[in-house]
């Protein structure tokens, strides 16, 4: 709790948990108050006393329809009007209005959140945007018996897919399975088909030869780098807003004739580990040295080079330096299959 407060988030409480939908609609009202206070004066004018509950019932619908991820960078459609419900760090500090109202987003993290509707089962953590649920995690202690593995067992087998809390694309986003050790996550939960990612910085970090799990922390806790960085307040909007993404493609699947038919499979990309450092530790350098340096990125096979390529070009295509200037006029990516 400690690393999370000063990490920019706020101690959350279960308190107007709406375990149906899966949203603190408080925070989601006050945030829509704090941003967009015209625009909500206007709605007000129009519906009165109902206008709190038919925004939350507009939201939850299109949440269903569009996903969080699209909500959370669209916003979505209320009566003509458009409410956003995040603001994410712009490429430049030209426009301090759209700096300012990114200040506003809410992070929280809650401790201990019914998501069952039928039971009274709790997942240890779920973090939050501005009232919308992004991740949840599942904390274990080897101390007393228990690691990452355990976790992953309990996504598998006692939590439910189809709650709101874990439904693929309309629920949390990203599902940890955590220690002291070790990070593991998926984005998509499917009991026991469920399959978990590590999402570890590797025994050796930068050295060619680095094997699985994670290097020592001064803390004495391994995955100390996950709370102090990785959900650091910057680092987490940043993950939300240019690094997850929605995959679509289609593909060939037995039918119920004996033939096969096409269908569409989606699913959510989060960064790898390795994949979030080597774009971030590639913009920093750029942004500080600009033009003219190369850089080699050595992947390992089916560790994710495209999904890595697109990422970077798109952040080096909006790179500016600390003059607000842009770095490249232009990204041109040539690959030999």
């Known amino acids: 709790e400690c690393l999370l407060g000063k990490g920019g988030w706020h101690l959350g409480t279960n308190v107007n948990w709406d375990r149906k939908n899966a949203l603190f609609p408080y925070v989601v009202i006050d945030f829509i108050k704090l941003t967009q206070p015209r625009m909500y004066e206007e709605l007000q004018t129009l519906h009165g006393i109902e206008l709190d509950g038919k925004i939350i019932g507009a939201l939850i619908r299109e949440r269903i329809l569009k996903g969080t991820l699209y909500i959370l960078r ?3 459609k209320f009566h003509g009007k458009k409410l ?26 809650t401790r201990q959140v019914p998501c069952h509707i039928v039971n009274y089962d709790t997942v240890d953590l779920v973090f939050s945007i501005n009232g919308l649920p992004v991740a949840t995690c599942e904390l274990k202690n080897p101390a007393s018996g228990q690691n990452w593995q355990d976790a992953v067992k309990q996504y598998r087998s006692d939590r439910d897919w189809r709650m709101p809390l874990f439904r693929f ?4 986003l990203v ?17 026991d088909r469920t399959v978990f990612l590590p999402f570890n910085r590797g025994s050796d970090p930068g050295k060619i030869q680095c094997g699985a799990g994670n290097p ?16 650091q307040r910057d680092s987490f909007l940043e993950i939300v807003g240019s690094f997850i993404f929605l995959e679509s493609r289609e593909e060939m699947v037995p039918d119920e004739h004996g033939g096969r038919k096409k269908i569409l499979k989606e699913s959510i990309i989060f960064p790898r580990f390795h994949q979030l450092d080597v774009v971030r530790k590639t913009l920093t350098y750029s942004a500080k040295e600009k033009t003219g340096n190369n850089y080699l990125i050595q992947h ?12 970077l070009s798109h952040r080096l295509a909006s790179l500016h330096d600390h003059n607000d200037e842009k770095i490249f006029d232009c990204v041109i990516i040539v690959t030999a299959r």
């Open 300 to 311: 390992s096979a089916g560790s994710g080079k495209t999904n890595s390529i697109s990422w």
């Open 74 to 76: 669209h916003g979505f």
């Open 216 to 231: 020592q922390h001064i803390s004495g806790h391994r995955t100390a780098y996950f709370w102090e960085d990785i959900l």
């Open 169 to 172: 694309k309309a629920g949390a």
């Open 84 to 109: 956003l419900l995040a603001y994410f760090q712009p490429a430049n500090k030209l426009n301090e209005e759209v700096i300012q109202k990114y200040h506003q987003n809410k992070l929280t993290v």
């Open 175 to 191: 599902h940890f399975a955590t220690d002291t050790d070790e990070v593991h996550m998926t984005t998509n939960l499917k009991g």
